[in-house]
């Protein structure tokens, strides 16, 4: 579920000269649905 929003951000990124700026973007925003994603779960296990 989170991969799936993640591909969309991806796709969705406009291509422009910034490369650097957007791939760190897609990173974060990685991370962040990441953890969102593991957070349930581990409140489930505590």
Known sequence: ???RHVREV???QPVT???KIGSQ???VS???YT???F???IA???
Do not use: E, F, I, W
Request: charged share 20%; aromatic share 4%; proline share 4%.
């Open 39 to 41: 957070l349930p779960s």
């Open 30 to 32: 990685t991370a962040r």
């Open 17 to 19: 000269g910034k490369r």
């Open 1 to 3: 579920m989170a991969q």
């Open 44 to 46: 489930l296990q505590q």
């Open 35 to 37: 953890l969102l994603s």
């Open 25 to 27: 973007d897609n990173r």
């Open 10 to 12: 991806y796709v969705n």
